[in-house]
């Protein structure tokens, strides 16, 4: 199957089993969103699927190739990563960042990055609606825009895996817009796009297929339509909430009506 296959993945810390047989998929030419509660495996799962944690048990293959046995050089140029708490390195500009992503592409001895590497940055940047920042130093920006000029570097590495940690975390909502849309348009392109987030309407609205961890395990799968359901909402949130379908728009709505009890 083309895209991404995780299955039984099973990740320890310690005595602790943060995934516990987690399984899910990522069709090609889909956004798939990872969605549950804080603490529930989300980025742990991202974590093993780019081969930073070590597996206890599972397996990842993407297009039916086994990621983990993938030379971390080969994954570099098939798989690009949008951490969730990216480290600011000091003194690069947001040209410099995003051309980050061209490394893997570029030989050891290659004495300036080719103007298909230049090309393909200034695409990128301007992409993320970041093409006056070229110039700026990174680490003087603000969260939002910092997050944007990773996202950029993410795109400049022409992915056909793209992994993001909560991307829209810190923007506003014009930018969450369209770095949903983006990332929609890369999926179309055939992108194997995954991202873990928080708002379940952004989800339902951008999302093709939606992924629901809860505690380590996947609790669901499938269209925003399927998984969406009041009971699953109550059972992994703990909030009461009523989802209703809007005249005219092909995607659900969640209202909720409820604060969890925390009695
Ligand atoms: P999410 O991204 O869904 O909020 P995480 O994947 O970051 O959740 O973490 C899942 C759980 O595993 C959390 O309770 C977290 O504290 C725990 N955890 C993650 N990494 C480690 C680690 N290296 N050692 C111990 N606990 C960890
Ligand atoms: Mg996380």
Same mark, same amino acid.
């Given at each position: 199957?083309?895209?991404?296959?995780?299955?039984?993945?099973? =990740?320890?810390?310690?005595?602790?089993?943060?995934?516990?047989?987690?399984?899910?998929?990522?069709?090609?030419?889909?956004?798939?969103?990872?969605?549950?509660? #804080?603490?529930?495996?989300?980025?742990?799962?991202?974590?093993?699927?780019?081969?930073?944690?070590?597996?206890?048990?599972?397996?990842?293959?993407?297009?039916?190739?086994?990621?983990?046995?993938?030379?971390?050089?080969?994954?570099?140029?098939?798989?690009?990563?949008?951490?969730?708490?990216? $480290? @600011? @390195?000091?003194?690069? +500009?947001?040209?410099?960042?995003?051309?980050?992503? !061209?490394?893997?592409?570029?030989?050891?001895?290659?004495?300036?990055?080719?103007?298909?590497?230049?090309?393909?940055?200034? &695409?990128?940047? *301007?992409?993320?609606?970041?093409?006056?920042? &070229?110039?700026?130093?990174?680490?003087?920006?603000?969260?939002?825009?910092?997050?944007? =000029?990773?996202?950029? /570097?993410?795109? *400049?590495?022409?992915? /056909?895996?793209?992994?993001?940690?909560?991307?829209?975390? %810190?923007?506003?909502? /014009?930018?969450?817009?369209?770095?949903?849309?983006?990332?929609?348009?890369?999926? !179309?392109?055939?992108? $194997?796009?995954?991202?873990?987030?928080?708002?379940? #309407?952004?989800?339902? !609205?951008?999302?093709? %297929?939606?992924?629901?961890?809860?505690?380590?395990?996947?609790?669901?799968?499938?269209?925003?339509?399927?998984?969406?359901?009041?009971?699953?909402?109550?059972?992994?949130?703990?909030? *009461?909430? +009523?989802?209703?379908?809007?005249?005219?728009?092909?995607?659900?709505?969640?209202?909720?009506?409820?604060?969890? #009890? $925390?009695?």
């Amino acid at each position: 199957m083309s895209g991404l296959v995780a299955r039984g993945v099973t =990740v320890r810390a310690g005595e602790r089993t943060i995934l516990d047989g987690s399984g899910f998929t990522a069709p090609a030419g889909a956004v798939t969103a990872l969605i549950g509660p #804080n603490g529930a495996g989300k980025s742990t799962l991202i974590g093993a699927v780019m081969g930073l944690r070590r597996l206890a048990g599972g397996t990842i293959a993407f297009d039916d190739t086994n990621l983990l046995a993938m030379p971390a050089a080969e994954r570099a140029k098939l798989c690009a990563h949008v951490e969730q708490f990216a $480290t @600011t @390195t000091e003194r690069l +500009t947001v040209g410099d960042v995003v051309g980050l992503g !061209r490394v893997p592409f570029q030989s050891a001895w290659q004495a300036a990055p080719s103007a298909h590497d230049e090309a393909v940055v200034k &695409a990128a940047l *301007a992409a993320m609606g970041m093409a006056a920042f &070229a110039g700026r130093l990174y680490h003087l920006l603000s969260g939002g825009e910092q997050q944007r =000029v990773q996202i950029a /570097r993410a795109l *400049a590495q022409e992915p /056909r895996l793209l992994l993001l940690d909560e991307p829209t975390s %810190h923007l506003d909502i /014009r930018a969450q817009l369209l770095v949903l849309d983006v990332l929609r348009h890369q999926a !179309r392109a055939g992108c $194997t796009v995954v991202l873990a987030m928080h708002d379940l #309407n952004l989800a339902a !609205r951008y999302c093709d %297929h939606l992924v629901v961890l809860d505690t380590g395990k996947v609790v669901a799968e499938g269209t925003p339509a399927d998984v969406l359901d009041p009971d699953l909402l109550l059972r992994v949130y703990g909030v *009461a909430a +009523t989802i209703v379908q809007v005249p005219g728009k092909p995607y659900p709505l969640v209202i909720y009506d409820s604060a969890p #009890n $925390t009695d």
